[in-house]
């Protein structure tokens, strides 16, 4: 505990400062997390990183990460960022058969799917502090709400599993806690903050991420069960990986935007 509770000071010293500043900094940490993301994600089904499919991937992450503002030489190719992707796909799924199938189509959908999983999270993320600081503020204190209702909450009143096969510890009523201290910060920030939403919108807000961010966190639980790994990584000791830190934040802020909440 004492070494979780010291990792963890660190890292917001390290984390939050960059976070409050933005700009170029930030997207530049952006890019370090998915980078490292990405790597936790071929260590756990034991994917050389060093090799032509890793060298593609990492393109295919970094490309989707370029904010839109700083994509315009895609325009003067006459390509956009879905051309691009499309041709990494039918690269890696030609290196599929050249391979002799030691790169299988099973190994060619992983790299896609986890190259989307951590472009996206991580894209949404810089977006959201373009949106303004206090929206990364109100997501990250509304996941570290969720994680901490669903804990105690689970701890004190849980009974009925959750999701036995991928998480047993989680129980319903763990589940329905996270959403309820949710929705509490989402009611401080609407009352003390400067936050320009509307009471539904912010309700609204408050029980997706409530939701969304514990099926994010079931979704790096099943990653770790499939690949039978305990944790991500090891970056951060006593806290795992960057994934396991940022495993919820990666699904929801993706899941505002495209509800157009954000």
């Not at 997390?33 to 260590?43: Q, S, V």
């Not at 050249?98 to 977006?127: H, P, Q, W």
């Not at 806290?239 to 495209?258: E, K, N, T, V």
């Amino acid at each position: 505990m004492k070494q979780r509770i010291i990792s963890g000071v660190i890292a917001a010293a390290i984390f939050l400062p960059i976070v409050i500043y933005g700009k170029l900094p930030f997207l530049l940490l952006v890019f370090l997390l998915a980078t490292i993301g990405l790597f936790e994600l071929f260590r756990m089904k034991k994917l050389p990183v060093i090799s032509a499919t890793s060298a593609v991937a990492f393109l295919l992450l970094w490309l989707i990460l370029i904010p839109d503002a700083y994509s315009g030489f895609l325009d003067r190719l006459d390509y956009t960022k879905m051309h691009i992707l499309l041709w990494g796909i039918l690269l890696l799924l030609m290196y599929s058969v050249v391979s002799k199938n030691r790169f299988t189509f099973d190994d060619a959908g992983f790299v896609i799917i986890s190259v989307l999983y951590c472009g996206m999270g991580f894209y949404y993320f810089f977006e959201t502090r373009q949106e303004g600081l206090i929206y990364v503020f109100f997501a990250l204190f509304s996941i570290w709400a969720t994680d901490s209702g669903a804990y105690f909450i689970g701890r004190s009143i849980g009974k009925r599993k959750l999701w036995p096969e991928i998480s047993p510890n989680k129980t319903v009523e763990g589940f329905l806690g996270g959403i309820l201290f949710s929705l509490i910060v989402g009611v401080i920030f609407f009352l003390f903050t400067s936050i320009d939403i509307s009471v539904a919108k912010i309700f609204t807000m408050s029980v997706l991420i409530g939701i969304f961010g514990q099926m994010g966190d079931l979704v790096q639980s099943a990653y770790k069960r499939h690949y039978d790994v305990k944790d991500s990584g090891s970056l951060i000791p006593g806290h795992g990986g960057i994934l396991d830190r940022m495993d919820s934040m990666m699904f929801i802020l993706p899941i505002l935007h495209l509800l157009h909440l954000l």
